[in-house]
């Protein structure tokens, strides 16, 4: 009689570690599957910040040259206007003020160096808290109110 209670609490051991054993490879299976696509979902986000980056980094050229380009613009206009009217009072030329106040805009005929397609590490472009901006207008309008 001793040995069928044996045998019943080792088939009802063996049922309840066999669902046990079931439960336990789908938790694991889901693991895998979800550290997988964190990991798939890190590399993308690194991929994303550095095209952000990269994308900045190429705005900001181009404004640059887009600033430098304006500053050759007004200069010439400034220059020939003055040579095209040289009898044209100065209220009249509306470069006649700022041409006194003109610097040659001197380019160096060196390209800049190409962009790196890799960063030294996290940029930090988007890690952090923005900083607060204080307003002049928003402080007068706390204080008088």
Same mark, same amino acid.
């Given at each position: 009689?001793?040995? +069928?209670?044996?045998?019943? $609490? #080792?088939?009802?051991?063996? $049922?309840?570690?066999?669902?046990?054993?079931r439960l336990?490879?789908?938790s694991l299976?889901?693991?895998?599957?979800? =550290?997988?696509?964190?990991?798939?979902? =890190?590399?993308?986000?690194?991929?994303?910040?550095?095209?952000?980056?990269?994308?900045?980094? *190429?705005?900001?050229? /181009?404004?640059?040259? $887009? &600033?430098?380009?304006?500053?050759?613009?007004?200069?010439?206009?400034?220059k020939t206007?003055?040579?095209?009217?040289?009898?044209?009072?100065?209220?009249?030329?509306?470069? @006649? *003020? *700022? +041409?006194?106040?003109?610097?040659?805009?001197?380019?160096?005929?060196?390209?800049? &160096?190409?962009? *790196?397609?890799? @960063?030294?590490?996290?940029?930090?472009?988007?890690?952090?808290?923005?900083?607060?901006?204080? #307003?002049?207008?928003? /402080?007068? &309008?706390? =204080?008088?109110?």
């Amino acid at each position: 009689m001793a040995w +069928i209670y044996a045998l019943l $609490i #080792f088939a009802a051991g063996a $049922i309840v570690g066999g669902f046990a054993a079931r439960l336990g490879n789908k938790s694991l299976q889901q693991q895998k599957e979800l =550290k997988k696509d964190l990991d798939k979902s =890190k590399y993308e986000l690194e991929q994303f910040r550095q095209e952000l980056v990269d994308h900045f980094a *190429r705005s900001a050229e /181009l404004l640059d040259n $887009i &600033a430098k380009d304006y500053s050759k613009l007004y200069e010439h206009m400034a220059k020939t206007s003055t040579e095209l009217m040289p009898n044209l009072p100065e209220q009249d030329n509306p470069f @006649a *003020r *700022r +041409i006194s106040t003109l610097t040659p805009v001197v380019d160096s005929g060196e390209t800049a &160096a190409p962009p *790196r397609d890799y @960063a030294n590490g996290a940029s930090g472009l988007l890690k952090g808290e923005p900083e607060p901006v204080d #307003f002049p207008e928003k /402080l007068e &309008a706390t =204080k008088a109110s």
